[in-house]
């Protein structure tokens, strides 16, 4: 470090170099001011956080990233890519959700509206209006957030564009919650493959006695005298499923403590086979209608967004003919406890950990073996 008195020129005097090394601040300032270089952005202190969000401008983060060390290290990056699909992806990022872009195509109206498809449900409610805060500001001005998605997603009906049977006429699949103006759309499935006991049977009223024959046993040596197929075993099941009553079936769910949240008509009631080529689905196996000779029942339900709000369901299970009982509407989809006439028997109760919520469409598909 040079002294401030070998600054002066040659004729200065002794009076004037002393004076110049008695007022120089600098060679008691340098050690801290070089020890401050860098420490807004290597470890600032607590108290700093609030003046250096200001001075980056990442205030308005603030309600979705509260963590002020994150933010401050992560907004720097995302101010920087502002306005691009990659701040989109870095700000759900913080939200620990990924998703795609979904933009509108030009040829429509509203061609700057944005939707976003997310890898899963949310996890829970709030984080929509976080995921909103976060998209609406890592858009371009001239884009709009509108609408969110993943698991259900029935678009609105373009006429000469799509099919009629799979679209909507008035609008998009989805609805609003208070404090965000976009539209959510979920969908959850839970697939059911059930093999129907004598007790449930015999409930239904439709139990027959086994025919005793042999059945082939691949751990059977030497394997018995019987035919591949028992044709007596398979005419028992079918006569089984071709006694159960017609009628409107309908998903119960219950609580943990089993009492019934409420009921779900049905929108899928077939007996079936299966086939590679169904149009009906249990995990990777597909069904197809087969209206006389099958053995298995396929039931599927699908609650409406909000119903059961509130409500966690702890088992689901089938009524397999039921109509609203008095006082409820012919048509009801939704029905609360003791909105069913007959209410069972219940049959293929299945443990589930379904959390109803207004965003959510809840579908249930169960293929019952006879």
């Known amino acids: 470090m040079v002294a401030a008195s070998a600054l002066l020129p040659p004729a200065s005097t002794k009076l004037e170099r002393a004076y110049a090394d008695a007022t120089d601040l600098f060679a008691r300032t340098h050690d801290a001011v070089s020890s401050m270089r860098g420490i807004k952005l290597r470890n600032p202190p607590p108290s700093w956080l609030p003046f250096l969000v200001y001075e980056y401008g990442l205030g308005e983060l603030t309600p979705y990233v509260p963590n002020l060390y994150d933010l401050i290290d992560e907004g720097i990056r995302w101010q920087r890519v502002r306005g691009t699909p990659a701040s989109i992806f870095r700000a759900l990022g913080w939200l620990g959700y990924s998703a795609a872009l979904d933009e509108a195509p030009p040829r429509r109206r509203f061609w700057n509206v944005l939707q976003i498809a997310l890898e899963r449900v949310r996890d829970d409610e709030a984080d929509l209006i976080r995921i909103d805060g976060v998209t609406t500001l890592s858009l371009p001005k001239r884009s709009t957030f509108w609408r969110g998605y993943h698991g259900y997603d029935v678009r609105a009906l373009e006429w000469g564009r799509t099919r009629w049977g799979q679209t909507l006429w008035s609008a998009y699949s989805g609805v609003r919650i208070p404090q965000s103006d976009v539209k959510w759309s979920f969908g959850r499935p839970y697939d ?33 005298d019987a035919p591949w197929t028992s044709d007596a075993e398979h005419a028992r099941s079918v006569a089984m499923l071709a006694a159960v009553p017609a009628g409107t079936a309908w998903a119960v769910f219950r609580d943990a403590d089993g009492a019934v949240i409420g009921y779900r008509r049905a929108r899928a009631r077939w007996p079936v086979r299966p086939a590679p080529g169904g149009i009906y689905a249990i995990g990777s196996n597909r069904y197809a ?52 006439v007959p209410a069972g028997p219940v049959v293929a109760e299945t443990p589930v950990s379904i959390e109803f919520g207004r965003t959510v469409r809840e579908r249930v598909r169960a293929v019952l073996r006879f």
Not at 197 to 223: M, R, S, Y
Request: aromatic share 12%; proline share 7%; charged share 15%.
């Open 289 to 340: 209608v087969e209206l006389s000779g099958a053995t298995r029942l396929y039931i599927e339900a699908m609650t409406d967004f909000g119903d059961g709000f509130g409500s966690t369901a702890f088992s689901v299970g089938f009524v397999l003919s039921a109509v609203p009982a008095a006082g409820f509407a012919p048509g009801a989809r939704w029905l609360p406890a003791g909105g069913i």
């Open 192 to 224: 059911i493959d059930h093999a129907m006991t004598q007790a449930e049977l015999q409930a239904l009223g439709v139990w027959i006695e086994p025919t005793g024959e042999v059945e082939l046993g691949w751990d059977d040596i030497p394997w018995p």
